[in-house]
Structure formats: C-alpha cells, structure tokens
C-alpha cells in the first residue's frame, strides 16, 4: 500500500472575495470568477493545491462545524527573492488594508521575516535569506 500523498491545503473564508484578493495580492493566480464560487482550487507551483470554502459550504457538508477561537495554528509561507522584498510585500499589503502582525525584521535564524494575518486571521509569513 502507498502512503498518502500532501495535495490540499484549504482554508475557510468568511468573507470568499476578501480572501481571494489577499492571496491575488501576493501572486497567487485565481481565476477572476472565482470570487461568486462556494469552493475555489488553484494548483500551485510545483503541483499543491489551494483551496477556499465559504462557511456555508463547510456547514453544507460538517453541520457543527465552528472556527477556532485564539490564534492561528498554522501559517500559510511566501518566499521572498530578496530580503527587501520582503519589506516591499509587507508595505504593500497593509497599504492594501492586510492586517500587519510583525513588521519586517531579521531573524535570529537567517531570514528577514514578518507576518501578515489574512481576512479570517490565519497567519501569513513573507521570508528571504539574509546574504
């Protein structure tokens, strides 16, 4: 028997078009339709996919379903080319409305880092090697 295989990472959006510009924002390639869809998929680079549900779709299928309450347990990571990227992506974003949760810095592990949290507050990491 094979092992099963990584291939979705989904997200639930209270707000489906605020969270499809968020991610358009950072370059993620979502059909301009999408945003009227109950369930949106993109395959990402390298063959992941992305996906969104609206709560009313989570509800269609998980009934008692119900949203965390706290932080965010898992944050989605973009990698930057160059460190000022990272500020560049970080400036734009809140300029955009993003809510800023660390401003740019550099991390004790190499990388100039900050993070952005998206529309539902999941955590949103922008990184790039320090040279």
């Keep these: 028997m094979?092992?099963?295989?990584?291939?979705?990472?989904g997200l639930v959006a209270a707000d489906l078009p605020a969270s499809l510009a968020f991610y358009r924002r950072l370059g993620v390639d979502?059909?301009?339709?999408?945003?009227?869809?109950?369930h949106v998929e993109v395959?990402?680079?390298?063959?992941?996919?992305?996906?969104?549900?609206?709560?009313?779709t989570i509800?269609?299928?998980?009934?008692?379903?119900?949203?965390?309450?706290?932080?965010?347990?898992?944050?989605?990571?973009?990698?930057?080319?160059?460190?000022?990227?990272v500020d560049a992506v970080y400036a734009d974003m809140v300029a955009a409305g993003a809510a800023g949760?660390?401003?740019p810095f550099d991390a004790f592990w190499g990388q100039?880092?900050?993070?952005?949290?998206?529309p539902d507050g999941n955590a949103v990491d922008l990184f790039a090697p320090l040279k």
Excluded: K, N
């Design 101 to 103: 949760h660390l401003a």
């Design 43 to 56: 395959t990402l680079p390298g063959g992941l996919r992305l996906a969104w549900d609206t709560i009313e």
């Design 112 to 118: 100039r880092y900050a993070v952005l949290h998206d």
């Design 30 to 38: 979502i059909p301009a339709d999408a945003d009227a869809q109950p």
């Design 2 to 9: 094979t092992q099963p295989r990584f291939d979705l990472l």
């Design 59 to 85: 509800h269609a299928f998980d009934p008692g379903w119900s949203a965390s309450a706290g932080g965010s347990r898992m944050s989605l990571a973009f990698d930057c080319a160059e460190p000022a990227q």
